[in-house]
């Protein structure tokens, strides 16, 4: 049982998830499952494995995991507004104010209980604005809740006076506690926010990838500030939505990438979108470099995020939160295609089969986005434009002809024909 690169035959995955990813890899030519405690080369885990195992498990050269070992620094919520923060701050010491105004793309946020006494000072500046309450640890809008008063919050208020004791006896969740974006973008009169994905093979150096396709993730009911307190307004998440009584699971609650980035352009033209755009990409390489330093770079380690961006009525892209596990079970048949084709390009991304030169600029549904500086088209025509028009090489709601690239890219699987 041995691994293509060497000339050798297959490569043996192991799988902890029972969903999209499992289909793909079983499809996949010459790879092979591995059950409990056999030796493999590939391991697409949930986080919990990788916290009982990694630091325990030898590595070859050629093996390759899909988290990095604290992964939790971009994507649980408290660190990554921490990382955030300090790298802002770094940036306005180093370069200047000017750069780190480009890092104003995540809503004022504290951390409960700890930075409770800055929260109520930030609260009382702004009397009757709206809070969002999240646990720092929790997905799929698990104990979230919208707040005006901070007598909802009574339980997260760092309280000097109790001995040591009741303290432990009385320990809260941590939670973070942040402006609630007020003015989300509607579209018929209901909140959406956007799904990204984006692919980091290596943080030192940084190099990372954008997948074409994502979805907008639409709320059931109108959105109004009037009621605080109806989660199937407020929150997006398919897990929260699809509970609702008038769900649908085929009409679902999603638009493709493509078909919103077409609905915006013929509404706010083109010049505007493609603006918006630019900002959303900036939101991935600066939140990526707000954790370079932090992440421990390993070889062996992939990591495929799922990004959550909200825009406001101005069309201004807000970073909520980024997800270490996105989920990859599917909502409709649509949404498992597209998910399929995500892992797969993943898996011809992080090439066990050693297939590609290492130079490409894309691969599948992937662009590469950064490689240790920004990447960009290959069809800039310097004579005529000057240096002065490089477009970024990303392409988020842009055609994916994914299988047409692929063919023109990838030398068949050993064994298999050409199609």
């Keep these: ?24 890899l079983r499809q996949r030519p010459g790879w092979v499952e591995v059950k409990d405690e056999g030796e493999w080369d590939f391991n697409w885990c949930d986080v919990g494995w990788l916290r009982e195992n990694f630091d325990h498990s030898y590595m070859e050269e050629h093996v390759r995991i899909n988290h990095f070992r604290n992964h939790y620094e971009l994507t649980r919520k408290n660190l990554m ?7 802002r701050k770094n940036l306005e010491r180093d370069v200047g104010r000017m750069e780190a105004s480009k890092c104003e793309f995540f809503p004022c946020t504290f951390a409960l209980p700890s930075e409770y006494h800055l929260f109520v000072e930030e609260f009382k500046r702004s009397p009757g604005s709206t809070w969002i309450m999240k646990p720092v640890a929790k997905s799929q809008g698990k104990g979230i809740f919208l707040f005006r008063k901070l007598k909802d919050i009574m339980d997260w208020k760092k ?4 001995s040591e004791e009741q303290k ?42 954008l997948y074409r396709d994502g979805f907008g993730r639409f709320s059931s009911t109108r959105f109004s500030l009037s009621s605080i307190d109806d989660k199937y307004m407020h929150l997006t998440n398919v897990a929260v939505q699809k509970t609702a009584p008038d769900y649908d699971p085929e009409k679902g609650c999603k638009w493709q ?27 991935f390489v600066r939140s990526l470099q707000s954790v370079q330093k932090v992440i421990i770079n390993d070889k062996h380690c992939f990591e495929l995020y799922g990004y959550d961006i909200l825009l406001d009525q101005n069309l201004k892209p807000w970073l909520i939160e980024v997800n270490a596990s996105p989920s990859h079970t599917p909502s409709s048949q649509e949404d498992y295609e597209m998910k399929c084709s995500l892992v797969e390009d993943t898996l011809n991304v992080v090439d066990m089969e050693g297939r590609l ?32 028009s490089f477009s970024a090489n990303t392409h988020l709601g842009c055609v994916n002809d994914r299988e047409k690239q692929l063919r023109r890219l990838l030398k068949p699987f050993p064994g298999q024909k050409r199609m």
């Design 357 to 388: 030169s290492g130079k490409e600029k894309r691969v599948g549904g992937y662009d590469l986005m950064w490689n240790d500086g920004p990447v960009y088209r290959e069809d800039v025509n310097l004579e005529t434009f000057g240096s002065a």
């Design 159 to 162: 309280d000097g006076t109790r």
């Design 1 to 24: 049982m041995l691994h293509f690169r060497e000339g050798r035959s297959c490569v043996r995955y192991k799988c902890g998830l029972l969903n999209t990813i499992q289909d793909v």
């Design 257 to 283: 990438l493509q078909q919103l980035r077409r609905y915006l352009t013929a509404k706010h033209g083109r010049e505007t979108i493609e603006t918006l755009f630019k900002e959303i990409d900036n939101i």
């Design 168 to 209: 432990d006896a009385a320990q809260v969740e941590s939670y973070v506690a942040q402006r609630y974006i007020e003015n989300p973008y509607l579209i018929n009169g209901r909140k959406f926010d956007l799904r990204v994905y984006v692919l980091v093979t290596s943080y030192v150096p940084l190099k990372a990838w």
């Design 81 to 87: 507004v921490k990382n955030l923060k300090r790298y």
